[in-house]
C-alpha cells in the first residue's frame, strides 16, 4: 500500500506559475503509476495528468498540454507538477494519486490519493 502527501498549493495570478510536489511512501512504489487530478468547485474530480515511475512516460489531459508538466524523483519518491501560464480556469482542489495504469490516455484503477493541496488562480 502507498500513502501519498501532496502539498505546494497556493495563490497566483493569471500567467504566474506553481509547482505542485507528492511525496509517497509505502511498498512497492514503482509499481505504480502516479497521476494528478483536480476539482474545481461545484464540479467532479478530473484526470490532469500522469507518469510511469519506470519509464517516465507521461500522459497529459489536452487542456493542459505545453503548459502543465510532471516529472518525478526516484531517489525521493517524490513526483511533481510544474504549472505554468497558470488560467482562472485552472483554480481547483489538486489531488495526486497513485493508480494501477493508464487507460485511454488516464489514470485508472486508483489506489491512494493525496489530502489535496488548494490552487487559486486570480484574474
Known amino acids: 500500500q502507498v500513502q501519498l502527501v501532496d502539498s505546494g498549493g497556493g495563490l497566483v495570478q493569471a500567467g504566474g506559475s506553481l509547482r505542485l510536489s507528492c511525496a509517497a511512501s509505502?511498498?512497492?512504489?514503482?509499481?505504480?503509476?502516479m497521476g494528478w487530478f483536480r476539482q474545481a468547485p461545484g464540479k467532479e474530480r478530473v484526470f490532469v495528468t500522469a507518469?510511469?515511475?519506470?519509464?517516465?512516460?507521461?500522459y497529459d489531459q489536452d487542456s493542459v498540454k505545453g503548459r502543465f508538466t510532471i516529472s518525478r524523483d526516484n531517489a525521493k519518491n517524490t513526483v511533481y507538477l510544474q504549472m505554468a501560464n497558470l488560467k482562472p480556469e485552472d483554480t481547483a482542489v489538486y489531488y495526486c494519486?497513485?493508480?494501477?495504469?493508464?487507460?485511454?490516455?488516464?489514470?485508472?484503477?486508483?489506489?491512494?490519493w493525496g489530502q489535496g493541496t488548494q490552487v487559486t488562480v486570480s484574474s
Open positions: 509505502g511498498r512497492n512504489i514503482s509499481n505504480y503509476f
Open positions: 507518469i510511469n515511475w519506470n519509464s517516465g512516460r507521461t
Open positions: 494519486a497513485a493508480g494501477r495504469g493508464v487507460v485511454a490516455g488516464k489514470l485508472y484503477d486508483v489506489r491512494a
